[in-house]
């Protein structure tokens, strides 16, 4: 459990997209992002110059997350943000970046 877990209440939702936020960044996505409640979705790129923000939409991810057994979960996080890396593969086409290695944290922590 994280102290933010216990300083402030958060939902399972929002512990989800804090999971996902920190799993995105260990996968090594270098934009910004941020958790748009209202939407339950990640606003990724939003603060650069070109163009709109990426939103990732969390409803679906979340459902299949919850719907396995706790000990699954782990291999749906990372099928989750390995379809994230992929979608971004012409970035590391064009760029000189590697593509991201998929490690994810447990969820709550």
């Excluded at 939902?11 to 996505?29: C, M, N, P, W």
């Excluded at 749906?76 to 943000?81: A, G, H, Y």
């Excluded at 379809?83 to 590391?92: D, M, N, R």
Aim: proline share 6%; glycine share 4%.
């Amino acid at each position: 459990m994280r102290l933010t877990d216990l300083a402030f209440w958060r939902s399972d939702e929002e512990k989800f997209a804090d999971l996902v936020q920190r799993s995105l960044i260990a996968a090594g996505e270098t934009r910004s992002i941020r958790f748009d409640k209202s939407d339950f979705a990640l606003r990724i790129g939003e603060s650069e110059k070109a163009g709109q923000p990426e939103i990732l939409y969390l409803q679906n991810f979340f459902a299949q997350y919850s719907s396995v057994p706790e000990a699954e979960r782990p291999h749906v996080l990372e099928r989750i943000i390995a379809s994230c890396a992929e979608s971004h593969e012409s970035l590391y086409r064009e760029t000189s970046r590697p593509r991201p290695t998929v490690s994810c944290p447990k969820f709550g922590q």
